[in-house]
């Protein structure tokens, strides 16, 4: 059992450029989001998903874009890097099950935006 | 807004000593709480989820307790270990399948 699985771990990119962080879980939850983590800010919600096809926007959306096709994935593109953007990146997933909705964390994005 | 705040934020202890971790919130219309726990350049591990009609939740050495009318919960770990070393983040959703809202987390270390 995998869990989350985001790729890739690491990436660097230059002022412009943009990319696809990716986002699997094989648990079959329906719920899904990206978070990104900035030194003395905490984790902040970038977009989430409540199912294939829903998506709404979290804390800090600017800059990304989502979608959900498949109940699997949920990859977070960056349409145009800023250095502002570089951040450690979450992904994760839950069900409500009876202890709870229990979220399930990848081991994170690491990018940096030159 | 909904805002969650962890003291202390730094705390080293030597090896088996109890201690209290602390998570305070502003909005006591929570569903559940949750403490998990970060290790350097890992992901987050879920160690503990209150919902909101519980009072506290136990895991080996873990016991977390929810005080939701005043906005309060604390994460207590019994014979602190060096391998307890890590930041634990407290986090709570307002809805079932909500968006969890982060502490910015408490930094343990534990001295052999």
Known sequence: NAGVTQTPKFQVLKTGQSMTLQCAQDMNHEYMSWYRQDPGMGLRLIHYSVGAGITDQGEVPNGYNVSRSTTEDFPLRLLSAAPSQTS???CASSYSGPLGNIQYFGAG???SVL | K???TQIPAALSVPEGENL????SFTDSAIYNLQWFRQDPGKGLTSLLLIQSSQREQTSGRLNASLDKSS???TLYIAASQPGD????LCAVSRESQGNLIFGKGTKLS???
């Open chain 1, 109 to 111: 994005t690491r990018l």
């Open chain 2, 85 to 88: 070393s890590a930041t634990y």
């Open chain 2, 20 to 23: 209290v971790l602390n998570c």
């Open chain 2, 2 to 4: 909904q805002e969650v």
């Open chain 2, 71 to 73: 906005g309060r919960s």
């Open chain 2, 110 to 112: 534990v001295k052999p």
């Open chain 1, 88 to 90: 450690v990146y979450f």
